[in-house]
């Protein structure tokens, strides 16, 4: 079984940043591929950016402000988030993209306002 931990997240004003972190442990083995959740208030969740061995892709409403990659050292995935905007106020998952999805951590909320 696979344990994803989300941290980072916080209160941040508009046009500010963020790193979140994805902490992984258990089957670790098990995990080829890697992506970035968000879920804001009464809307489904979506994603916004995954990460395989050779590629990484970007939902458009985040597409040059976000930027995700791991550090395999530390079995860690992270999502630097830039040039926040109000819209991206949400709660933030890690899980994997490809195949069936881990359990699911507890999120970590970010919360963009002035």
């Known amino acids: 079984q696979v344990q994803l931990v989300e941290s980072g997240g916080g209160l941040v004003q508009p046009g500010g940043s963020l790193r979140l972190s994805c902490a992984a442990s258990?089957?670790?083995?098990?995990?080829?591929?890697m992506g970035w959740y968000r879920q804001a208030p009464g809307k489904q969740r979506e994603l916004v950016a995954h990460?395989?061995?050779?590629?990484?892709n970007y939902a458009d409403p985040v597409k040059g402000r976000f930027t995700i990659s791991r550090d395999n050292t530390k079995n860690t995935w992270y999502l630097q988030m830039n040039s926040l905007k109000p819209e991206d106020t949400a709660v933030y998952y890690c899980?994997?993209?490809?195949?069936?999805?881990?359990?699911w951590g507890q999120g970590t909320q970010v919360t963009v306002s002035s």
């Open positions: 990460i395989t061995r050779g590629s990484t």
């Open positions: 899980n994997r993209v490809l195949g069936s999805r881990f359990p």
């Open positions: 258990g089957s670790i083995f098990r995990i080829n591929d």
